[in-house]
């Protein structure tokens, strides 16, 4: 079955210090991931997603098939980072299966 | 991209009531999603709602419970009927295909007392 795991359910770093939001996944077939991010009290919003291969607000991932993971990298964390990042998986072009969720908590 | 509106942008509810929530498209969408988030958790979906033909339920959602319509490709409803304190989430409609990756609503914050 579709399943994607994030094993950090919080994630504290200091602003400046690198951050990673790990991402496994199980999945038959070429997948498709995505990372999402919703801001306190705002709308769900896709971050990026693996094929595009391009940085947002920093924030790069890639799709590593022999490990099943889909971290989600920043060499600088901003205190504006903070937010719930959900990592996806496109379930063969329908819906998605989403993972628990990691809070990113950037201190000051 | 499309832009989604969905109605109302949250509630308060009795016990034993139901609430319908709206999702309204700007333009014309094959597959429409239907998502729980619970305090605290991730995203479930609920069902597919499919245009002309019966909404696809998702493991450990029923349609007595769920109702869905989807009477043109533009918009969607769901029902949550007979509500209970456990029933209180956020319901977020979303698109899919020709809507890639998904696009969401700004959900429905819904809680019941």
């Known amino acids: 079955a579709q399943r994607v795991t994030q094993p950090e359910k919080l994630l504290s770093v200091f602003k400046g210090a690198p951050v990673e939001l790990k991402c496994n996944y199980s999945?038959?077939?070429?997948?498709?991931l995505f990372w999402y991010v919703q801001y306190s009290r705002q709308r769900l919003q896709l971050l990026l997603r693996h094929i595009s291969r391009e940085s947002i607000k920093g924030f790069t991932a890639d799709l590593n098939k022999g490990e099943t993971s889909f971290h989600l990298k920043k060499p600088f964390a901003q205190e504006e980072d903070s937010a719930m990042y959900y990592c996806a998986l496109d379930n063969y072009g329908q819906n998605f299966v989403f993972g628990p969720g990691t809070r990113l908590s950037v201190l000051p | 991209s499309a832009v989604i509106s969905q109605k109302p942008s949250r509630d308060i509810c009795q016990r034993g009531t139901s609430l319908t929530i709206q999702c309204q498209v700007d333009s014309q969408v094959t597959m429409m999603f239907w998502y729980r988030q619970q305090p605290g958790q991730s995203l479930t979906l609920i069902a597919t709602?499919?245009?002309?033909?019966?909404?696809?339920?998702e493991s450990g959602f029923v349609i007595d419970k769920f109702p869905i319509s989807r009477p043109n490709l533009t918009f969607s409803t769901l029902t949550v009927s007979n509500m209970s304190p456990e029933d209180s989430s956020i319901y977020l409609c979303s698109l899919g295909p020709p809507y890639q990756p998904q696009h969401f609503g700004d959900g429905t914050r819904l809680s019941i007392l």
């Open positions: 999945y038959s077939g070429s997948p498709e």
């Open positions: 709602a499919n245009q002309g033909s019966e909404a696809t339920y």
